[in-house]
C-alpha cells in the first residue's frame, strides 16, 4: 500500500512538473511569436524523461537535443525546395529513420520534428533554432530533475509494468521488414492525405506511433484496448482545437490541454507518450478546424487497420518459414 502510494504521488508531481514545462514554453512561444517553439513532441519527450528519468529517452540528453534539431534542418530544406506532397513526406520520413539510424539514437519523436514543417508549411531557419531551444531547456531541467526531484526507489507493479512497455516501444526496431512497412504506411496514407486535400490524415505524430507499434510488432500490448486508440486521439486532437479556440490566453490552454491528454492516456491505459503529442498541434497550425481532429481519427484508424493487417503478414511469413524448414 505504501509503495502505491509512493508511486502515485512521484508519478503525479512529475506530471506537474510536466505541465508546468509546458507552460514556460508556451509562454516562451507567445512572446517570442514563434510557435513552433511548441512543437508537438516536446509534450511528449518531457512527459517521458521526467516521469522515467532512467528510461532510454532521459539517458541520451546530447541525442535529445541534437536528433530533433538535425530532422528538423532536413525538413526545413525539404519543405523549402519541394512543398507538401507524399514524396516530400516521404523523404523526410526516410531520412529522418537514415539519421536515427546511423547515430543509434532512441528519440523516435525526432521524426515528428521532420515532418512539421512540411505540414504546418513553416519555411522559417527559426524553426530547427525554436526546436533546438526547447529541448535543450527540457535537458536543462531533466538535469535538475534528477539532482532535486522526487525518486520512487521501490514503483509499484503497474509503474513497472508500463516502463517494461514504453522501454522495449523506445528501442532501436530490430524486425527485418519494419522499414519497408513503416514507409509502405507512409507512402500510401500520404497519397490519400494529399488527394483528399486533408492533410492531416498524416499529422506528424502519426509517424512516431507507426514507428513504435511497426518497428516492434512481437512487443506487449502498448495499449489495453488498441481499437479505442482512434477515440483517444480523437479526444486529446479536440482538446486542444477547443482549448485554442476558447482560452484565449496561450499559457493556460497549453496547461490545461496537457493535463487532459495525461489524464486521458491513464485512464484509457495508452502507454506510448508520442500520443500526448497530438493534442498540442493545434497551437502549431496556422488555422485549424474542425478538420484536424477528424483527420487525426481516420489516419490513427488507418495505422490500427494497417498493423492489424502487418501483424497477419507476419504470421502468415513465419509460418511459410516454419512449414519450408521442416519439409
Known amino acids: 500500500m505504501q509503495t502505491e502510494s509512493s508511486s502515485r504521488a512521484t508519478r503525479t508531481v512529475a506530471e506537474t512538473v510536466v505541465i508546468l514545462f509546458m507552460g514556460i514554453v508556451a509562454f516562451a512561444a507567445s512572446k517570442i511569436g514563434l510557435a513552433v517553439i511548441l512543437f508537438p513532441e516536446l509534450v511528449a519527450l518531457s512527459h517521458d524523461v521526467i516521469s522515467r528519468p532512467e528510461g532510454k529517452w532521459a ?4 541525442r535529445l537535443i541534437l536528433t530533433p534539431t538535425a530532422t528538423a534542418i532536413i525538413g526545413l530544406f525539404i519543405t ?6 507524399v514524396l516530400s513526406v516521404s523523404i523526410i520520413s526516410m531520412l529522418s529513420l537514415i539519421f536515427i539510424r546511423l547515430t543509434r539514437s532512441a528519440i523516435g519523436p525526432a521524426i515528428s520534428a521532420g515532418v512539421l514543417p512540411l505540414v504546418v508549411g513553416e519555411k522559417s531557419w527559426y524553426s530547427p533554432l525554436a526546436i533546438l531551444g526547447g529541448v535543450s531547456f527540457l535537458v536543462l531541467v531533466l538535469i535538475l530533475w534528477h539532482r532535486y526531484g522526487l525518486c520512487c526507489l521501490n514503483p509499484s507493479k503497474k509503474v513497472v509494468e508500463h516502463n517494461r512497455i514504453v522501454e522495449a516501444r523506445q ?4 524486425d ?11 507512402i500510401i496514407l500520404g497519397s490519400i492525405a494529399q488527394i483528399s486535400g486533408l492533410r492531416f490524415l498524416l499529422f506528424p505524430p502519426i509517424i512516431v506511433m507507426g514507428y513504435e507499434v511497426i518497428g516492434h510488432p512481437t ?9 479505442l486508440f482512434p477515440l483517444v486521439c480523437f479526444l486529446t486532437a479536440s482538446i486542444g482545437l477547443l482549448a485554442r479556440e476558447w482560452i484565449h490566453l496561450t499559457v493556460p490552454a497549453v496547461m490545461v490541454t496537457t493535463l487532459c491528454s495525461v489524464v486521458l492516456l491513464r485512464l484509457f491505459e ?3 507518450p508520442p500520443a500526448l503529442a497530438v493534442g498540442m498541434l493545434p497551437f502549431v497550425i496556422r488555422r485549424p478546424d474542425y478538420r484536424y481532429p477528424i483527420s487525426v481519427f481516420f489516419g490513427t484508424l488507418a495505422l490500427i487497420l494497417f498493423c492489424f493487417g502487418y501483424s497477419r503478414l507476419l504470421q502468415w511469413i513465419r509460418l511459410r518459414k516454419n512449414a519450408m524448414s521442416v519439409s
Not at 59 to 62: E, K, R, T, W, Y
Not at 171 to 174: A, L, R, V
Not at 176 to 186: D, H, R
Not at 219 to 227: A, E, F, G
Open 59 to 62: 539517458s541520451q540528453p546530447v
Open 80 to 85: 523549402r525546395h519541394l512543398g507538401y506532397g
Open 171 to 174: 528501442s532501436i526496431p530490430q
Open 176 to 186: 527485418g521488414y519494419w522499414s519497408i512497412a513503416l514507409m509502405s504506411f507512409v
Open 219 to 227: 512487443l506487449p500490448d502498448w495499449m489495453k484496448r488498441p481499437k
Open 270 to 272: 495508452v502507454h506510448m
